[in-house]
């Protein structure tokens, strides 16, 4: 090799070890664009948890009541009402698949009636405490071994209804069959929301790898005169913007690590049994600390295929 050779071998080298904060006149967590990722990662955290969250309250809250059967038994007179229950629970201790079944206390039915009808309005009739009783129907609670079939459902009234003609059956997932399609809407829009920053995170790389690029056309130009490939010049960029990415996307990490401590805090709160069902798992969390890595190389790859992409059309 001449002299000439290995003195452009050398500098070529030179400029393509250097660090890309020289290419690209900024600071690092000075400019822009780390900041960006940060909000980017933060987002994509806060949306994926509430998208994990609302999938594990319907798992949870579908597990347990995918084999429950409710037998409403509505007769008003009491007298009448209790031979029904007796009847029916009777007729159902023959049925195949059956796990369990009990009579629902009325101190219980009483306590889920009370915060829209108040105390003493279902106190039997004839007792005295009040003049405006309300009947309410007895309920059966029924558990079966698996998932209730309206083969079962059907078996089930079979049983029950020439014994109780008041009896109503009802499988428990029925009643909550629009909360869970609301959630699982709820739930596909945050997937949406998801797919769309990271859309986005993308659209914002490649808008700095290009303004970069443009910035930089002439120092680009004395590399390729000294025999520097584009995939070197790309590795450069590369290099920055992954830096920039990890740094961003550790402070978005962290800040939305916070915002979901808060929310659940609030949420546990609440005391009720579904918001309870929904909290993260350990696998979520885990998840949720792959949201920066996964943004750290989808900004490498952008700002990768960006540069190719343009020097090719540069050159």
Do not use: C
């Not at 949870?60 to 429950?68: L, Q, W």
């Not at 889920?112 to 059966?140: H, N």
């Not at 920055?240 to 805090?265: E, K, Q």
Request: aromatic share 2%.
């Amino acid at each position: 090799m001449s002299l000439p050779d290995i003195r452009r071998s050398k500098a070529r080298t030179s400029l393509l070890r250097t660090r890309a904060p020289d290419l690209i006149p900024q600071g690092r967590m000075s400019g822009p664009m780390p900041w960006v990722i940060a909000i980017m990662v933060a987002m994509t955290a806060i949306a994926l948890a509430g998208g994990l969250a609302l999938g594990n309250a319907v798992s949870n809250a579908r597990a347990e009541i995918e084999g429950g059967v409710t037998v409403q038994v509505i007769e008003p007179r009491d007298d009448v009402r209790a031979r029904e229950v007796t009847r029916a629970m009777e007729a159902l201790k023959g049925l195949p698949g059956l796990s369990g079944m009990r009579r629902v206390p009325q101190a219980e039915l009483d306590a889920l009636i009370e915060p829209w009808l108040g105390t003493g309005i279902t106190s039997p009739s004839g007792s005295g405490a009040t003049g405006t009783a309300i009947p309410v129907p007895a309920l059966i609670d029924v558990r079966l071994k698996g998932a209730a079939t309206p083969a079962q459902l059907a078996a089930i009234t079979a049983r029950v209804q020439p014994v109780a003609p008041s009896a109503r059956v009802d499988a428990q997932s029925n009643w909550l069959k629009p909360v869970f399609d609301a959630m699982i809407s709820l739930q596909v829009l945050s997937i949406a929301v998801v797919v769309l920053l990271a859309a986005t995170l993308a659209a914002a790389v490649l808008l700095a790898a290009r303004s970069a690029l443009g910035a930089n056309r002439d120092v680009i130009e004395v590399v390729h005169l000294l025999g520097g490939t584009d995939t070197q010049v790309a590795r450069v960029f590369q290099r920055s913007i992954g830096y920039d990415a990890a740094g961003g996307g550790g402070v978005g990490l962290v800040l939305a690590m916070i915002v979901i401590l808060m929310l659940g805090r609030r949420f546990s709160g609440l005391g009720a049994g579904m918001v309870d069902s929904g909290a993260l798992g350990w696998s979520d969390w885990l998840l949720l600390a792959l949201v920066p890595v996964l943004a750290t190389g989808l900004a490498m790859l952008t700002a990768r295929l960006t540069v190719l992409h343009a020097l090719r059309k540069m050159l």
